[in-house]
């Protein structure tokens, strides 16, 4: 994944069919370096089809700040072989194959920080909610954590919940003193490819390389 900061040639990603959470609403994904002459996303089909260019036409202000930071314009590629993709279609796999696509890399936002002209400021990555159960309830377990400072999570066998806190600690329930802590599983929570869950907007953020 490229970002403002560095470019990162991409084969894409992908998500587990059967994984407990989903894409957020939030994302968008700027696809860079990609083929005007052959990429799908820049067809749009003729007669009855239904096929429509996949290229947003509100999002050329994303591309062209992309495009002004230091690391890509290096690239010295054309703002034209930028898409902001949209409607994203992952498929039934839920995968982003760049390859089929015909672009060299992307960019992930999840948030623009406030700063909407500012993409060094933007945030950066791919942003994930879970599927918490059939009726999607907001599970008390999950405020509990969050009202000690904690960031909900899952992991184990099991993908049991699991509270990520500050201290560098997991634990079942919070991260109150009175917690009983789980020993057994210590993560370093705020590292960067470590999933986090932030309280606005229910959903944890990934950032893949």
């Not at 062209?64 to 498929?91: E, F, H, K, M």
């Given at each position: 994944?490229?970002t403002?900061s ?16 989903s894409f957020?609403?939030n994302?968008?994904f700027?696809l860079l370096?990609?083929s005007?002459a ?11 089809t ?5 290229c ?7 591309c ?15 703002i034209?072989?930028c ?16 390859q089929?696509?015909q672009?060299?890399?992307y ?7 406030g700063?909407?002209?500012?993409p060094?400021?933007w ?6 909610k ?6 999607n ?13 904690g ?7 099991y ?7 500050p ?10 003193f ?10 370093l ?5 470590t ?13 893949w390389?």
């Amino acid at each position: 994944m490229s970002t403002c900061s560095c470019t990162q040639p991409s084969k894409g990603f992908s998500l587990d069919w059967d994984a407990p959470f989903s894409f957020h609403d939030n994302n968008i994904f700027a696809l860079l370096d990609c083929s005007t002459a052959s990429s799908p996303i820049y067809k749009s089909g003729g007669g009855n089809t239904t096929t429509v260019p996949l290229c947003d036409t509100e999002g050329a202000p994303i591309c062209s700040l992309l495009y002004s930071c230091q690391a890509i314009s290096r690239l010295n590629i054309p703002i034209s072989t930028c898409c902001v993709y949209t409607p994203v279609d992952l498929g039934p796999a839920f995968e982003m194959d760049l390859q089929k696509l015909q672009c060299s890399s992307y960019a992930g936002l999840y948030s623009f920080n406030g700063q909407e002209s500012d993409p060094e400021t933007w945030k950066y990555g791919v942003a994930l909610k879970y599927k918490f159960n059939f009726n999607n309830d907001y599970p008390p377990t999950c405020a509990n954590c969050e009202r000690s400072n904690g960031a909900c999570g899952y992991g184990g066998f099991y993908n049991s919940f699991v509270c990520n806190c500050p201290s560098g600690l997991n634990t079942s329930t919070d991260c109150f003193f009175s917690a009983s802590w789980n020993n057994g599983f210590r993560v370093l929570p705020w590292q960067i490819g470590t999933w986090l869950i932030h309280s606005l907007g229910w959903f944890l953020t990934c950032v893949w390389l």
